[in-house]
């Protein structure tokens, strides 16, 4: 891994991508697996959260289950990415922005408290750049875990699994919130978080474990900048398979090594056929396209016609819109 020189930062980095414990003194327990100090694990974060390799301790939701969200593309003009990429980035529920290798360049997710936010947020775009927005809402989930391993292991690490949303209470939005901004950097986080919201750490840590158990936060933990960490070679790519045979398909290319997201949306007709998208994170473009190559191997994939959609450039990599008002947990 680019910038990490040593086997307890791999450690720390690779590891602890999700299972943080839920604990008051979280830190203790990675020191403890770490056989380092806590102070040394909070150093060593705070060191890659500032390089960029890290962007919080924290969570990351189940898609559209407490609040909305969408992948969007935009055809900008290249004169234009730049300005266009500043309008988009500045706007309110836009966590993601990239720019990819195609004629649909600029691709951006948008998230709020619900789906009206995310209409509004695209509505803005489209007015204020004078650009159409592809909006390419998820049908299912089969990867959406958002971690990966960096110790060039192929296999698979995260699963969609089914999620309870009758555990979730109105009241968790800004604890979620709190969390997709990052838990602070501190001996007791879970505390300083509890004490912005008005809550005790036993309240907040109680329902922490219920979300989690809910699978409402699919994943607790150290969010890396992949790119940054030297996997510079990612693919998002897009198939143009039925939906019924996606039904199989899916759950198959997200098992494959190498593949490291993957989910179902909806085209648009007559611009944007494809409707099963994965995302292959690699070090090099050969790699990448060798763990392309593999999936086009099997059966389902032989014949579908597919376009892979390397990344050229990150604008904003941030974490989601779950509050309309969201507050400062940091």
């Not at 969010?223 to 940054?228: M, S």
């Not at 007709?269 to 763990?291: K, Q, V």
């Amino acid at each position: 891994m680019d910038g990490v020189d040593d086997f307890v930062n791999e450690r720390l980095l690779d590891a602890w991508q999700r299972d943080f414990p839920i604990e008051p003194r979280p830190f203790d327990q990675l020191a403890e697996a770490l056989q380092i100090s806590a102070e040394s694990v909070l150093e060593r974060l705070r060191m890659h959260r500032e390089n960029g390799r890290v962007t919080r301790v924290g969570a990351t939701c189940a898609p559209n289950t407490v609040s909305a969200s969408t992948l969007a593309a935009i055809s900008v003009p290249d004169r234009r990415i730049e300005e266009v990429a500043a309008i988009i980035s500045a706007q309110p529920g836009v966590n993601h922005s990239y720019l990819r290798e195609h004629d649909w360049n600029l691709w951006i997710v948008v998230t709020g408290p619900d789906r009206a936010h995310v209409d509004a947020a695209l509505a803005r775009i489209e007015t204020l750049t004078g650009l159409r927005v592809l909006d390419l809402r998820l049908v299912r989930p089969f990867n959406v875990d958002l971690g990966f391993s960096l110790n060039g292991s192929t296999t698979p690490v995260g699963r969609a699994r089914q999620v309870d949303v009758s555990a979730f209470q109105d009241t968790d939005r800004p604890l979620l919130q709190a969390l997709t901004k990052g838990l602070p950097l501190k001996h007791r986080p879970y505390a300083r978080v509890a004490h912005r919201l008005g809550w005790t750490e036993a309240e907040l840590l109680e329902r922490v474990g219920v979300l989690v158990n809910a699978g409402i936060i699919s994943r607790l933990g150290v969010i890396v900048r992949h790119r940054a960490l030297g996997w510079r070679s990612n693919a998002m790519v897009v198939w143009d398979i039925p939906h019924d045979t996606i039904t199989h398909a899916g759950p198959l290319l997200a098992a494959q090594p190498g593949v490291t997201l993957c989910y179902e949306r909806t085209p648009v007709d007559g611009i944007w056929p494809y409707r099963l998208y994965s995302m292959i994170h690699a070090r090099s473009r050969d790699e990448a396209m060798s763990a392309l190559s593999r999936v086009r191997t099997l059966p389902e994939f032989q014949s579908a016609p597919y376009q892979p959609l390397f990344s050229i450039r990150c604008f904003k990599q941030t974490g989601a819109m779950i509050d309309a008002c969201p507050k400062d947990a940091a």
